[in-house]
């Protein structure tokens, strides 16, 4: 029986064992960690620094839970500590549920963001409105 985590190492070997078949092994390997990214993301997973670390690890899960209001996004980490984040729909993204720490929201390309709340940060897959009107990249907002 495979697990989610065990499922990600699998998909990370096969893309990685993929990448070095190729004549372009190094645009091979950054495209396999890309989709191995992409896939874990997909199963909840998302990059995390905390306690103000600036080493980002893939350890850190994601949830979403229907309120009266609209969706939170759940942000569980390793630790069993967590952040609850209202999901916005007028553009502005995520504010914070609970609203204790200050939470910044920073475009990390067309389809990542790196979210920061207090000491803890978080990058996360998105969809950017009017993607042809993307602000600049490292452009950042307050969340709430």
């Known amino acids: 029986m495979f697990t989610p985590i065990s499922k990600y190492f699998a998909a990370t070997l096969l893309l990685a064992s993929l990448a070095g078949c190729s004549g372009d092994s190094a645009a091979s390997l950054e495209q396999a960690e ?10 909840g997973k998302i990059e995390c620094a905390l306690a103000g670390s ?13 309120a009266p209001d609209g969706k939170i996004l ?6 069993g500590g967590f952040r609850r984040f209202n999901i916005l729909t007028d553009g502005r993204g995520l504010s914070p549920a609970d609203g204790f720490d200050e939470t910044r929201i920073r475009l990390l390309d067309g389809s990542m963001i790196e979210l920061t709340s207090g000491d803890d ?13 993307t602000p600049d990249e490292g452009a950042s907002k307050d969340a709430g």
């Open 121 to 133: 940060k978080y990058r996360l897959p998105a969809q950017i409105k009017g993607q042809g009107n």
């Open 34 to 43: 890309k989709d191995a990214s992409d896939q874990a993301a997909r199963n």
């Open 74 to 79: 759940v942000i569980r980490q390793a630790d």
């Open 54 to 66: 600036d080493t980002f690890e893939r350890t850190c899960t994601t949830e979403q839970i229907a």
